[in-house]
Protein backbone atom coordinates (compact mmCIF):
# COMPACT_ATOMS: atom_id res chain seq x y z
CA UNK A 1 0.00 0.00 0.00
CA UNK A 2 0.96 3.39 -0.75
CA UNK A 3 0.29 6.69 1.17
CA UNK A 4 0.42 10.40 0.13
CA UNK A 5 0.50 9.87 -3.38
CA UNK A 6 0.99 12.03 -6.32
CA UNK A 7 -2.33 12.36 -8.46
CA UNK A 8 -0.28 11.03 -11.65
CA UNK A 9 0.71 8.22 -9.56
CA UNK A 10 -2.99 7.66 -7.97
CA UNK A 11 -3.81 7.36 -12.01
CA UNK A 12 -0.93 5.44 -12.24
CA UNK A 13 -2.28 2.88 -9.60
CA UNK A 14 -5.76 2.97 -10.55
CA UNK A 15 -4.89 2.08 -13.84
CA UNK A 16 -3.58 -1.44 -13.69
CA UNK A 17 -6.78 -2.52 -12.72
CA UNK A 18 -9.08 -2.79 -15.74
CA UNK A 19 -13.16 -3.30 -16.62
CA UNK A 20 -14.28 -6.10 -18.54
CA UNK A 21 -16.51 -4.68 -21.07
CA UNK A 22 -18.66 -6.61 -23.72
CA UNK A 23 -20.91 -5.13 -26.47
CA UNK A 24 -24.49 -4.57 -26.95
CA UNK A 25 -26.66 -3.33 -29.48
CA UNK A 26 -28.72 -0.65 -28.66
CA UNK A 27 -31.27 1.09 -30.99
CA UNK A 28 -30.01 5.17 -32.40
CA UNK A 29 -32.68 6.53 -29.94
CA UNK A 30 -30.38 4.89 -27.19
CA UNK A 31 -27.09 5.57 -28.35
CA UNK A 32 -26.47 9.34 -27.51
CA UNK A 33 -23.04 9.55 -25.54
CA UNK A 34 -22.24 5.59 -25.75
CA UNK A 35 -19.28 4.70 -26.91
CA UNK A 36 -18.71 2.76 -30.08
CA UNK A 37 -17.62 -0.87 -30.05
CA UNK A 38 -16.93 -1.67 -33.55
CA UNK A 39 -15.91 0.15 -36.46
CA UNK A 40 -19.18 1.05 -38.81
CA UNK A 41 -19.49 1.14 -42.24
CA UNK A 42 -22.03 2.68 -44.43
CA UNK A 43 -25.07 0.72 -46.17
CA UNK A 44 -25.30 3.32 -48.93
CA UNK A 45 -23.73 6.01 -50.80
CA UNK A 46 -24.90 9.81 -49.67
CA UNK A 47 -25.74 11.18 -51.79
CA UNK A 48 -27.77 8.15 -52.73
CA UNK A 49 -28.50 9.61 -56.39
CA UNK A 50 -27.38 12.99 -57.59
CA UNK A 51 -29.50 15.52 -56.73
CA UNK A 52 -30.38 19.44 -57.00
CA UNK A 53 -28.97 22.04 -53.60
CA UNK A 54 -31.34 24.49 -54.85
CA UNK A 55 -34.87 25.79 -55.54
CA UNK A 56 -35.22 26.11 -59.16
CA UNK A 57 -34.88 24.48 -62.84
CA UNK A 58 -32.76 21.31 -63.68
CA UNK A 59 -31.62 22.10 -67.22
CA UNK A 60 -28.97 21.70 -69.66
CA UNK A 61 -26.12 23.83 -68.97
CA UNK A 62 -25.49 24.42 -73.38
CA UNK A 63 -28.78 25.78 -73.73
CA UNK A 64 -29.30 29.62 -74.42
CA UNK A 65 -33.24 29.23 -73.96
CA UNK A 66 -35.67 26.76 -72.10
CA UNK A 67 -39.34 26.04 -71.52
CA UNK A 68 -40.51 24.37 -68.64
CA UNK A 69 -41.96 20.75 -69.17
CA UNK A 70 -42.68 19.76 -65.72
CA UNK A 71 -41.75 19.30 -62.23
CA UNK A 72 -39.82 17.42 -59.69
CA UNK A 73 -39.89 17.18 -56.06
CA UNK A 74 -37.51 15.26 -53.19
CA UNK A 75 -39.01 11.79 -53.11
CA UNK A 76 -40.00 10.95 -56.85
CA UNK A 77 -38.08 9.26 -59.03
CA UNK A 78 -36.13 10.63 -61.71
CA UNK A 79 -37.76 12.84 -64.93
CA UNK A 80 -35.91 13.46 -68.26
CA UNK A 81 -35.59 16.53 -70.31
CA UNK A 82 -34.29 16.88 -73.93
CA UNK A 83 -32.81 19.76 -75.71
CA UNK A 84 -34.30 23.31 -74.85
CA UNK A 85 -36.20 21.60 -71.80
CA UNK A 86 -35.98 22.02 -67.77
CA UNK A 87 -37.55 20.64 -65.56
CA UNK A 88 -38.80 22.95 -62.00
CA UNK A 89 -37.37 20.86 -59.25
CA UNK A 90 -36.82 21.18 -55.23
CA UNK A 91 -34.15 21.19 -53.33
CA UNK A 92 -33.36 17.08 -52.77
CA UNK A 93 -35.14 15.80 -55.55
CA UNK A 94 -33.23 13.17 -58.30
CA UNK A 95 -31.57 15.37 -60.97
CA UNK A 96 -33.64 14.38 -64.40
CA UNK A 97 -31.80 12.40 -66.90
CA UNK A 98 -30.24 14.72 -69.51
CA UNK A 99 -29.93 17.86 -67.32
CA UNK A 100 -26.19 18.95 -66.42
CA UNK A 101 -26.89 22.01 -64.08
CA UNK A 102 -29.58 24.04 -62.10
CA UNK A 103 -31.27 27.41 -62.67
CA UNK A 104 -31.88 29.45 -59.47
CA UNK A 105 -35.77 29.95 -58.80
CA UNK A 106 -34.94 33.45 -58.05
CA UNK A 107 -32.88 34.10 -61.26
CA UNK A 108 -35.52 33.38 -64.00
CA UNK A 109 -35.70 30.09 -66.40
CA UNK A 110 -33.23 31.45 -68.73
CA UNK A 111 -31.17 32.59 -65.87
CA UNK A 112 -27.35 31.54 -64.70
CA UNK A 113 -27.15 27.53 -65.33
CA UNK A 114 -24.42 26.44 -62.25
CA UNK A 115 -23.49 22.72 -62.61
CA UNK A 116 -21.85 22.84 -58.64
CA UNK A 117 -25.49 23.01 -57.65
CA UNK A 118 -25.88 19.34 -58.30
CA UNK A 119 -24.98 16.72 -55.30
CA UNK A 120 -23.23 14.07 -56.67
CA UNK A 121 -24.16 10.89 -55.95
CA UNK A 122 -21.07 9.32 -52.85
CA UNK A 123 -19.78 12.57 -52.40
CA UNK A 124 -20.09 12.63 -49.23
CA UNK A 125 -19.68 8.91 -48.60
CA UNK A 126 -19.34 5.68 -50.57
CA UNK A 127 -20.70 2.35 -50.00
CA UNK A 128 -18.82 0.37 -47.58
CA UNK A 129 -16.79 3.40 -46.17
CA UNK A 130 -15.83 3.68 -42.86
CA UNK A 131 -16.43 7.12 -40.88
CA UNK A 132 -17.34 5.71 -37.23
CA UNK A 133 -14.57 3.83 -35.30
CA UNK A 134 -14.61 1.30 -32.07
CA UNK A 135 -14.06 3.64 -29.46
CA UNK A 136 -15.57 6.85 -30.75
CA UNK A 137 -18.06 8.83 -28.36
CA UNK A 138 -21.80 9.10 -30.42
CA UNK A 139 -22.18 12.47 -30.14
CA UNK A 140 -25.23 14.05 -31.18
CA UNK A 141 -23.55 14.28 -35.30
CA UNK A 142 -22.23 10.80 -34.51
CA UNK A 143 -25.74 9.40 -34.26
CA UNK A 144 -27.02 11.20 -37.49
CA UNK A 145 -24.15 10.07 -38.96
CA UNK A 146 -25.21 6.37 -38.40
CA UNK A 147 -28.70 6.68 -39.70
CA UNK A 148 -27.80 8.88 -42.84
CA UNK A 149 -25.38 5.12 -43.43
CA UNK A 150 -28.49 3.10 -42.86
CA UNK A 151 -27.84 1.31 -39.20
CA UNK A 152 -30.81 1.92 -37.27
CA UNK A 153 -29.08 -0.02 -34.44
CA UNK A 154 -25.24 0.36 -33.45
CA UNK A 155 -22.76 -2.04 -31.21
CA UNK A 156 -22.18 -0.20 -28.34
CA UNK A 157 -19.64 -0.96 -25.08
CA UNK A 158 -21.60 -2.18 -21.91
CA UNK A 159 -21.88 0.73 -19.71
CA UNK A 160 -19.77 -0.13 -16.12
CA UNK A 161 -21.95 -0.51 -13.25
CA UNK A 162 -21.13 1.28 -10.57
CA UNK A 163 -22.45 1.34 -6.74
CA UNK A 164 -22.12 4.87 -4.90
CA UNK A 165 -22.47 4.43 -1.15
CA UNK A 166 -22.60 7.76 1.01
CA UNK A 167 -21.18 6.95 4.88
CA UNK A 168 -22.70 8.91 7.60
CA UNK A 169 -24.60 8.91 10.80
CA UNK A 170 -25.29 12.10 10.09
CA UNK A 171 -26.65 12.28 6.57
CA UNK A 172 -30.35 12.72 5.67
CA UNK A 173 -31.86 12.17 2.27
CA UNK A 174 -32.94 15.86 0.81
CA UNK A 175 -36.99 15.83 1.51
CA UNK A 176 -37.42 14.75 5.37
CA UNK A 177 -37.24 16.47 8.12
CA UNK A 178 -33.91 17.50 9.57
CA UNK A 179 -33.08 16.80 12.84
CA UNK A 180 -30.48 18.88 15.67
CA UNK A 181 -26.82 17.89 14.01
CA UNK A 182 -28.17 16.10 11.16
CA UNK A 183 -27.38 17.22 7.12
CA UNK A 184 -28.76 16.01 4.06
CA UNK A 185 -27.47 13.86 2.02
CA UNK A 186 -25.91 15.70 -0.96
CA UNK A 187 -22.48 13.73 -2.38
CA UNK A 188 -23.82 10.66 -3.87
CA UNK A 189 -26.45 12.24 -6.21
CA UNK A 190 -23.54 14.56 -7.97
CA UNK A 191 -21.70 11.50 -8.16
CA UNK A 192 -24.57 9.56 -9.65
CA UNK A 193 -24.37 12.56 -12.03
CA UNK A 194 -21.01 12.87 -12.99
CA UNK A 195 -20.95 8.81 -13.44
CA UNK A 196 -24.12 9.12 -16.20
CA UNK A 197 -22.19 12.15 -17.67
CA UNK A 198 -19.36 9.92 -18.73
CA UNK A 199 -21.17 7.18 -19.67
CA UNK A 200 -21.63 4.98 -16.70
CA UNK A 201 -24.57 3.39 -14.88
CA UNK A 202 -24.69 4.38 -11.47
CA UNK A 203 -26.48 2.77 -8.72
CA UNK A 204 -27.35 4.60 -6.45
CA UNK A 205 -27.16 3.17 -2.12
CA UNK A 206 -28.68 4.39 0.37
CA UNK A 207 -26.64 5.94 3.15
CA UNK A 208 -24.47 3.56 5.22
CA UNK A 209 -24.58 3.96 8.96
CA UNK A 210 -21.21 4.60 10.59
CA UNK A 211 -20.22 1.10 11.77
CA UNK A 212 -17.83 -1.75 10.37
CA UNK A 213 -20.89 -4.60 10.12
CA UNK A 214 -23.00 -1.65 8.49
CA UNK A 215 -20.31 -1.04 6.12
CA UNK A 216 -19.67 -4.64 5.07
CA UNK A 217 -22.45 -6.44 5.16
CA UNK A 218 -23.58 -3.08 2.62
CA UNK A 219 -20.24 -3.84 0.40
CA UNK A 220 -20.98 -8.00 0.30
CA UNK A 221 -24.32 -7.36 -0.52
CA UNK A 222 -23.73 -5.58 -3.92
CA UNK A 223 -22.57 -6.50 -7.51
CA UNK A 224 -21.14 -4.37 -9.85
CA UNK A 225 -18.08 -3.15 -11.99
CA UNK A 226 -16.95 -0.42 -9.53
CA UNK A 227 -17.69 0.95 -5.92
CA UNK A 228 -17.84 4.56 -5.25
CA UNK A 229 -18.17 5.09 -1.31
CA UNK A 230 -17.90 9.03 0.09
CA UNK A 231 -17.00 9.64 3.51
CA UNK A 232 -15.01 7.75 6.36
CA UNK A 233 -11.99 7.95 4.95
CA UNK A 234 -10.00 10.13 7.43
CA UNK A 235 -7.97 9.70 10.17
CA UNK A 236 -11.08 10.06 12.39
CA UNK A 237 -12.98 6.83 15.36
CA UNK A 238 -15.23 7.08 12.93
CA UNK A 239 -13.95 6.93 9.65
CA UNK A 240 -14.98 3.20 8.74
CA UNK A 241 -14.10 2.95 5.10
CA UNK A 242 -10.34 3.08 5.44
CA UNK A 243 -10.57 0.55 8.54
CA UNK A 244 -12.35 -1.68 7.09
CA UNK A 245 -10.35 -1.48 3.77
CA UNK A 246 -7.56 -1.75 6.24
CA UNK A 247 -8.52 -4.73 8.04
CA UNK A 248 -10.67 -6.94 5.35
CA UNK A 249 -10.26 -5.02 2.15
CA UNK A 250 -6.98 -4.52 -0.40
CA UNK A 251 -5.66 -0.75 -0.13
CA UNK A 252 -3.79 0.05 -2.91
CA UNK A 253 -2.99 3.76 -1.97
CA UNK A 254 -4.84 6.02 0.61
CA UNK A 255 -4.28 9.98 0.49
CA UNK A 256 -3.18 11.91 -2.42
CA UNK A 257 -0.94 15.18 -2.50
CA UNK A 258 -4.20 17.41 -3.48
CA UNK A 259 -6.01 20.13 -1.76
CA UNK A 260 -9.29 19.82 -1.59
CA UNK A 261 -9.41 16.19 -1.62
CA UNK A 262 -6.90 14.87 0.29
CA UNK A 263 -7.18 11.38 1.84
CA UNK A 264 -8.79 9.48 -1.22
CA UNK A 265 -8.03 5.51 -1.14
CA UNK A 266 -8.27 2.94 -3.66
CA UNK A 267 -8.10 -0.80 -3.46
CA UNK A 268 -10.33 -4.14 -4.29
CA UNK A 269 -13.14 -5.17 -1.85
CA UNK A 270 -13.39 -8.68 -2.65
CA UNK A 271 -11.85 -8.20 -6.16
CA UNK A 272 -13.67 -5.07 -6.73
CA UNK A 273 -12.14 -1.67 -7.44
CA UNK A 274 -13.15 0.62 -4.96
CA UNK A 275 -12.57 4.18 -4.40
CA UNK A 276 -13.08 5.58 -0.88
CA UNK A 277 -13.97 9.07 -1.74
CA UNK A 278 -13.86 12.15 0.99
CA UNK A 279 -17.01 12.81 2.80
CA UNK A 280 -16.70 17.22 1.90
CA UNK A 281 -18.83 17.36 -1.43
CA UNK A 282 -15.80 19.78 -2.43
CA UNK A 283 -13.45 17.08 -2.58
CA UNK A 284 -15.62 14.23 -3.23
CA UNK A 285 -16.46 16.18 -6.88
CA UNK A 286 -12.72 17.00 -7.70
CA UNK A 287 -11.32 13.86 -6.83
CA UNK A 288 -13.64 11.83 -8.63
CA UNK A 289 -12.62 14.38 -11.86
CA UNK A 290 -8.88 14.36 -11.41
CA UNK A 291 -8.65 9.97 -10.62
CA UNK A 292 -12.29 8.32 -10.90
CA UNK A 293 -13.12 9.68 -14.28
CA UNK A 294 -9.70 9.82 -16.06
CA UNK A 295 -9.73 5.77 -15.55
CA UNK A 296 -13.43 4.28 -15.67
CA UNK A 297 -13.71 6.99 -19.37
CA UNK A 298 -11.02 8.43 -20.92
CA UNK A 299 -13.03 9.38 -23.82
CA UNK A 300 -15.60 11.51 -22.35
CA UNK A 301 -13.08 14.07 -20.31
CA UNK A 302 -14.39 16.18 -18.00
CA UNK A 303 -12.29 19.24 -18.40
CA UNK A 304 -9.86 20.41 -20.13
CA UNK A 305 -6.65 22.39 -18.84
CA UNK A 306 -6.41 25.97 -20.60
CA UNK A 307 -3.81 28.74 -19.02
CA UNK A 308 -5.42 31.38 -17.69
CA UNK A 309 -4.59 34.95 -15.99
CA UNK A 310 -5.68 35.43 -12.53
CA UNK A 311 -7.57 38.46 -11.59
CA UNK A 312 -7.98 37.67 -7.86
CA UNK A 313 -4.95 36.01 -5.75
CA UNK A 314 -5.27 32.40 -4.86
CA UNK A 315 -3.41 30.43 -1.92
CA UNK A 316 -1.79 27.27 -3.00
CA UNK A 317 -0.97 24.57 -0.57
CA UNK A 318 2.02 23.15 1.36
CA UNK A 319 3.08 19.68 -0.49
CA UNK A 320 -0.22 19.41 -2.53
CA UNK A 321 -1.93 20.65 -5.83
CA UNK A 322 -4.11 22.97 -5.27
CA UNK A 323 -7.73 22.92 -7.11
CA UNK A 324 -9.60 26.55 -5.93
CA UNK A 325 -12.74 26.94 -7.71
CA UNK A 326 -12.51 29.65 -10.09
CA UNK A 327 -14.44 31.47 -12.63
CA UNK A 328 -13.25 31.47 -16.43
CA UNK A 329 -14.08 33.71 -18.85
CA UNK A 330 -12.53 35.13 -22.23
CA UNK A 331 -11.98 39.07 -22.76
CA UNK A 332 -10.88 40.06 -25.58
CA UNK A 333 -9.27 36.71 -26.48
CA UNK A 334 -7.72 36.32 -23.20
CA UNK A 335 -8.65 33.58 -20.39
CA UNK A 336 -9.18 35.63 -17.38
CA UNK A 337 -10.08 33.89 -13.57
CA UNK A 338 -11.87 34.82 -11.09
CA UNK A 339 -12.85 33.80 -7.24
CA UNK A 340 -16.38 34.77 -6.16
CA UNK A 341 -17.09 32.56 -3.28
CA UNK A 342 -15.86 31.35 -0.05
CA UNK A 343 -13.65 28.39 -1.33
CA UNK A 344 -13.97 25.35 1.82
CA UNK A 345 -14.32 22.13 0.68
CA UNK A 346 -17.67 21.83 2.33
CA UNK A 347 -19.11 24.35 -0.10
CA UNK A 348 -21.07 22.86 -3.34
CA UNK A 349 -21.88 26.36 -4.13
CA UNK A 350 -18.20 27.01 -4.71
CA UNK A 351 -18.61 24.38 -7.98
CA UNK A 352 -21.39 25.82 -9.37
CA UNK A 353 -20.72 29.29 -9.06
CA UNK A 354 -17.45 28.55 -11.06
CA UNK A 355 -16.79 26.66 -14.10
CA UNK A 356 -13.22 25.26 -13.23
CA UNK A 357 -9.93 25.00 -10.88
CA UNK A 358 -6.41 25.96 -10.47
CA UNK A 359 -4.15 23.58 -10.79
CA UNK A 360 -1.20 25.14 -8.33
CA UNK A 361 2.04 22.95 -8.37
CA UNK A 362 2.57 22.11 -4.43
CA UNK A 363 3.91 24.81 -2.59
CA UNK A 364 3.04 27.53 -5.22
CA UNK A 365 0.41 30.76 -4.86
CA UNK A 366 -0.83 32.60 -7.25
CA UNK A 367 -1.23 36.74 -7.50
CA UNK A 368 -2.90 38.64 -9.56
CA UNK A 369 -2.15 38.87 -12.82
CA UNK A 370 0.30 35.62 -12.74
CA UNK A 371 -0.64 33.27 -15.72
CA UNK A 372 -0.88 29.71 -13.90
CA UNK A 373 -2.33 26.29 -15.50
CA UNK A 374 -6.57 25.67 -15.09
CA UNK A 375 -9.17 23.32 -15.67
CA UNK A 376 -12.26 24.01 -17.41
CA UNK A 377 -15.25 22.13 -16.99
CA UNK A 378 -16.71 20.63 -20.36
CA UNK A 379 -20.77 21.28 -20.46
P1 LIG B 1 -16.14 12.53 6.46
O1 LIG B 1 -15.23 12.38 5.30
O2 LIG B 1 -17.06 11.38 6.64
O3 LIG B 1 -15.35 12.83 7.71
O4 LIG B 1 -17.03 13.80 6.18
C1 LIG B 1 -16.45 15.08 6.02
C2 LIG B 1 -17.53 16.12 5.96
O5 LIG B 1 -18.35 15.92 4.83
C3 LIG B 1 -18.47 16.12 7.14
O6 LIG B 1 -18.80 17.46 7.45
C4 LIG B 1 -19.68 15.36 6.63
O7 LIG B 1 -20.86 15.72 7.30
C5 LIG B 1 -19.72 15.79 5.19
N1 LIG B 1 -20.30 14.73 4.38
C6 LIG B 1 -19.92 13.44 4.41
N2 LIG B 1 -20.63 12.70 3.52
C7 LIG B 1 -21.49 13.56 2.93
C8 LIG B 1 -22.51 13.40 1.95
N3 LIG B 1 -22.75 12.21 1.39
N4 LIG B 1 -23.20 14.49 1.58
C9 LIG B 1 -22.94 15.69 2.13
N5 LIG B 1 -22.00 15.91 3.07
C10 LIG B 1 -21.28 14.86 3.48
MG1 LIG C 1 -18.31 10.67 8.08
Given at each position: ?????????????????S??????????G??Y?????K??Q?????????????????V?S?????VE????????????????????????????????A???V???????????????????L??????????????????S?A????H?????????K?????TG???????????????????????????????????????????????R???????????????????G??DY??????E???L?????????????????WN????????????????????I????L??E?????T??VE??????G?P????F????????N???????????????I??????????????D?D??????????????
Open positions: METFVTIERALEIVCQSIQYTTESVSLQGNRILSDLSKVDDPAFDNSAMDGWAREDATRIGMTTAGEAPSEIGEGEAIRIMTGAPIPKGANIVMEDGINGKAHTNFIRKRGENRQGETTLTSGQVMTPAAILATMGNTIPVRSRPVVVISDELISPGSELKEGQIYESNSYGLCALLEKIGCKPIHHEVVEDTMDGLNALNSIDCDVIITSGGVSMDHVRKLMEEGTHFWKVAMRPGGPPLFGTGTPLFGLPGNPVSSHIVFQMVAPWSPTPLMKVQMLDPVKAKKACRRIKITDEGKLVARTLTHQGSGNHSMVAHNGLTHLPPTAKIGDRIEALWFND
